[in-house]
């Protein structure tokens, strides 16, 4: 039986279908040398694949220091995260997807010790590898919704940019504070909350990046993937919709919990150029019901006519991710 002794750190994993993957993710996590006692908390979210399997294995290999959570019914990866999170007993929560992997074993210690040395940081992030499906290492080793900056903020979200991956990540438990209510993490998007996540954290500090590679991020662009990525991006015809309607949920938001006005046009101007493409492409809208959108993404913005000067570079830019998206998909 997992025994009640607090730890320091709470390493949260939300899986859904990795079993080619789950144990790598959790021998990284396994291998960790620290000075403090850390728990790990698994949430299979109703894998059909066997994942469950080989979850219970490694629960019964270590019991005192896994916990894991098996979901009747599928959540969506924003709850099951969010329940993973509610159980931590961790003054920090670490994460680590079931597909990711972490590579060094000093990870959870180096965060660790700087977020005891900080306290004006209410996270932390590092330094990682991209891979593909197999394991190897891309070619270009850049994420367009990362941020590279040493300090981050939460002017430097814009509605789109993270402070690091989730493999990445190390923040202070809010979820121990008993006036904190994450409901929003599920409530603003049912399969993707790292937006919210890291404006609920920059929104209480700034998140540093450490200079040292500590992980992996497994990405993979497939059409049948079944990442929160694939479903939300790639297999879903109301993508634009959906990231339009959770922009500005994440912008109320800010509003109500923590008085302040925070606008996400950055992001809301290249939701804009995607609906106008599909408008006259008519590929998965009505026309009626593409322009709507168009117009209402429109009226959203500030400075309307800086948005139509710099429409050219956003259709630039996108054309430039399509191609290279199309290369990836294609290795």
């Keep these: 039986m997992y025994k ?30 620290t000075s403090f006692k850390f728990e790990i ?30 979901r009747s019914k599928n959540l969506g990866a924003s709850r099951n995260g969010y329940e993973l999170g509610t159980c931590a007993l961790g003054r920090y929560l ?14 959870l210690q180096i965060q660790f010790d700087f977020l005891e040395a900080h306290s004006e940081f ?6 990682m590898t991209i891979v593909n499906k197999k394991g190897i290492p891309e070619s ?13 903020t939460i002017y430097d979200l814009k509605g789109f940019f993270l402070p690091g991956q989730n493999s990445t990540l190390m923040r202070r438990n809010f979820f121990l504070e008993p006036d904190f209510d994450g409901t929003i993490i599920y409530k603003a998007n049912r399969m993707i909350s790292d937006r919210t996540i890291a404006m ?10 450490i200079n040292r590679n500590m992980s992996c991020y ?49 992001h809301k101007r290249r939701l804009l150029v995607s609906a106008f493409i599909y408008w006259i492409a008519a590929k998965f809208y009505n026309t009626q019901a593409n322009f709507h959108l168009v ?13 139509i000067a710099i429409i050219p570079i956003i259709i630039l830019e996108k054309i430039c991710n399509k191609i290279w998206t199309n290369i990836r998909r294609k290795k």
């Design 218 to 266: 497994r990405q993979v662009l497939e059409i049948t993937g079944t990442n929160a990525t694939a479903i939300l991006y790639i297999n879903n015809p109301d993508r634009i919709q959906d990231d339009f309607n959770y922009t500005l949920t994440l912008e109320r938001y800010a509003v109500s919990s923590f008085k302040k006005k925070i606008d996400f046009d950055y």
């Design 295 to 307: 117009t209402e993404i429109f009226d959203s913005i500030k400075r309307p006519f800086y948005t």
């Design 41 to 70: 908390l698994i949430g299979d979210d109703a894998s059909n694949d066997g994942t469950g399997i080989i979850i219970r294995e490694y629960q019964k290999r270590y019991p005192d220091k896994i916990r894991a959570f098996f």
């Design 4 to 33: 009640e002794e607090k730890p320091s750190v709470s390493v949260i994993v939300p899986t859904y279908n990795h079993r080619p993957y789950i144990r790598q993710a959790l021998d990284g996590i396994l291998q960790q040398r």
């Design 200 to 209: 609920i954290w920059a929104m209480q500090g700034n998140i540093y990046r």
């Design 122 to 127: 209410s996270a932390c992030t590092h330094e």
């Design 140 to 152: 270009i080793q850049k994420l367009s919704w990362i941020s590279r900056r040493r300090f981050y």
């Design 94 to 107: 670490a994460g680590c997807e079931g597909d990711d992997f972490w590579t060094d074993p000093k990870k």
